[in-house]
């Protein structure tokens, strides 16, 4: 059964720095990884895929990368902003569905 | 551009209570997915759809049904409710196959009383 681990559970870190947030999986047999920003109460916006045969994505400030043999995904976000504290969540896919991690919570203070 | 609909966004029940829940895919999107996000929770894959027919399916309740519709659209439905049944309802679309990117709905917060 597949089973994704975040770290750190939390993240709290002052406007401008740059941060990268893990997650690891068990089961490297995956077609890809996703991940997601949730605000509090809200819905999954998707902020980058990753194919098996992707090593990274970029899209802005975000970029996250795949080592798919050690299972592993890292996302990297520069230059921090207050409105990106939300909780980021990586999912996996190995078969029709995602199996998701417990999520990063990310707080940005001015 | 269209996402994911879901309605109700709100839904407060009574216990043994009957709750229905419905998705709209994204246009073109032929396959759907249900999960449930408890509070402090990661999002828990229920069951999916492929052209009507259920594809996949995870920790549903039996107390639970779900069907997909000719024109793509999905109902989720949960009877005899329970206390913790408390949670926020997801839907996401995607086209079929393992390598297609998932879209979610603002999900649907169930409330049992």
């Known amino acids: 059964k597949q089973e994704v681990t975040q770290i750190p559970a939390a993240l709290s870190v002052p406007e401008g720095e740059n941060l990268v947030l893990n997650c690891s999986f068990t089961d490297s047999a995956i077609y890809n990884l996703q991940w997601f920003r949730q605000d509090p109460g809200k819905g999954l916006t998707s902020l980058l895929l990753i194919q098996s045969s992707q090593r990274e994505q970029t899209s802005g400030r975000l970029n996250a990368s795949l080592d798919k043999s050690s299972g592993r995904s890292t996302l990297y976000i520069a230059a921090s902003q207050p409105g990106d504290s939300a909780t980021y969540l990586c999912?996996?896919?190995?078969?029709?569905?995602?199996?998701f991690g417990q999520g990063t919570i990310l707080t940005v203070h001015p | 551009a269209a996402g994911v609909i879901q309605s109700p966004r709100h839904l407060i029940k009574e216990k043994r209570e009957t709750a229905t829940l419905k998705c709209y895919p994204i246009?073109?999107?032929?396959?759907v997915y249900w999960y449930q996000q408890g509070p402090g929770q990661d999002p828990q894959f229920l069951i999916s759809f492929y052209e009507k027919m259920q594809s996949d399916k995870g920790s549903i309740p039996d107390r639970f049904s779900a069907q997909q519709f000719s024109d793509y659209h999905s109902e989720l439905n949960m009877s005899s409710l329970e206390l913790g049944d408390s949670a926020l309802y997801f839907c996401?679309?995607?086209?079929?196959?393992?390598?297609?990117?998932?879209?979610f709905g603002e999900g649907s917060r169930l409330t049992v009383l």
């Open positions: 999912a996996v896919r190995d078969t029709g569905k995602l199996t």
């Open positions: 246009p073109r999107h032929d396959t």
């Open positions: 996401a679309s995607s086209l079929y196959g393992y390598t297609g990117e998932l879209f």
